[in-house]
């Protein structure tokens, strides 16, 4: 059984934002396990955020765990109990009874860890954060074997926006969603059982019967995206928010269409609309370029209302009208420059990035990629930072 998690609560909205990971980091190859790697056998309620916390002695060093077990871990957004996972860093990690947990002691290598990241927090530009203007560090945690990737935040961290991001992105559309292109009318197979509570809902693999509109008779390995509408915008609009991938198997005139669900991404059923599926395609090896003093513009929706937003969630930015944006394009949320009392101005900072997946009329859509403070919601100023070419 899954291990299912709600965002309503503080600690568990972070939980969430440590397990969604970065989908570079799938299909890569397990790192070799280091001499003085530990074992950890998965427990309910265990998660890759905690266990980084509470081995390494910060939980966004999570896909460092991920790396050394990508052969039992086949996606990080789960891991089972009973799972028996390698810990990278020995004894220089933190663990039960070190610093920072109860009874703590002092741990072999944690003051020469501390040194370096004062050393990072001291670099130009650095703003006094543990991981200043980078989404890795090499700096971080080197005295406990582990050593992560460094990238510039807006300039060259992480450049493309994958294919699923971009197919499974909510984006604004006008009221009532695109102009309505098919339909989920019916399952094709017929259960053994009765089914009466969510007999409407549909996985991966369910054979179903969809109604396409036009004159034209779509062919067979055509794809289409389904998708429930959401929250309406204050500009009119309203979002949507794609629910999975059907596939066209069979197609007889004067009859609905037989189609597979081949993805899913959020709660898919049955008389959900369906629009044509689409493909994003960037130049090659294109980087975003650094943007000084960019245009502004503010959060408008934040997916599923969470209490605080964290890496891999999605929202929307309030669409610029004298400014081109496109796909891969970064913003940054800012906290805005403030006089505070006795006249000190406390200068514009960082607390987020955004890479955009898609732009419409009616707003821009987005994906945390990098955040150092927690408070994101609607409201937020963003600033754009960095543009493909």
């Known amino acids: 059984m899954r291990m299912t998690t709600s965002r309503s609560s503080w600690a568990v909205a972070l939980a969430v934002g440590a397990l969604l990971a970065p989908a570079a980091l799938a299909g890569q190859e397990p790192a070799a396990r280091p001499a003085d790697a530990r074992t950890h056998t998965v427990r309910p309620g265990d998660t890759l955020w905690d266990l980084a916390g509470t081995y390494l002695g910060d939980p966004f060093l999570w896909p460092e765990i991920y790396r050394v077990n990508t052969e039992i871990v086949e996606d990080p957004h789960w891991i089972y109990p009973g799972e028996v996972l390698t810990i990278p860093g020995g004894a220089a990690g933190v663990v039960a009874g070190a610093p920072g947990a109860p009874g703590g002691s002092a741990v072999p290598g944690a003051d020469a860890e501390q040194e370096q990241r004062r050393q990072v927090d001291e670099q130009p530009g650095g703003g006094g954060s543990r991981y200043p203007r980078t989404v890795f560090s090499e700096s971080v945690a080197r005295s406990s ?228 403070e927690p408070r994101i919601e609607v409201g937020t100023p963003a600033r754009l930072i960095a543009k493909m070419p």
Do not use: C
């Open 145 to 372: 074997g582990v050593t992560m990737r460094q990238g510039v935040l807006g300039r060259h961290a992480r450049p493309e926006v994958r294919s699923g991001e971009y197919v499974s992105a909510p984006f604004g559309d006008r009221p009532g969603g695109p102009s309505g292109r098919g339909r989920i009318v019916a399952r094709a197979s017929i259960p053994g059982t009765a089914m009466t509570v969510g007999a409407e809902r549909l996985y991966i693999a369910d054979v179903l019967y969809v109604q396409i509109s036009g004159n034209t008779l779509p062919l067979v390995g055509d794809r289409y995206v389904s998708y429930r509408l959401d929250e309406d915008l204050d500009n009119g609009g309203q979002v949507v928010v794609p629910t999975g991938v059907v596939r066209i198997e069979r197609v007889t005139p004067g009859e609905a269409a037989t189609a597979r669900v081949v993805e899913e991404f959020d709660d898919m059923r049955l008389q959900q609309d369906l629009y044509p599926f689409d493909t994003l395609a960037l130049p090659l090896n294109a980087r975003p370029a650094a943007v000084e003093r960019g245009a502004m513009t503010k959060v408008m929706w934040v997916e599923n209302d969470p209490k605080l937003p964290s890496i891999q969630h999605r929202l929307l930015l309030e669409p610029m009208r004298n400014q081109a944006v496109r796909p891969g394009d970064q913003f940054a949320l800012v906290r805005e420059r403030v006089r505070i009392e006795g006249g000190a101005v406390l200068p514009e900072r960082e607390i987020a990035v955004v890479q955009v997946l898609k732009v419409t009329r009616y707003g821009i859509s987005g994906i945390i990629i990098h955040q150092t």
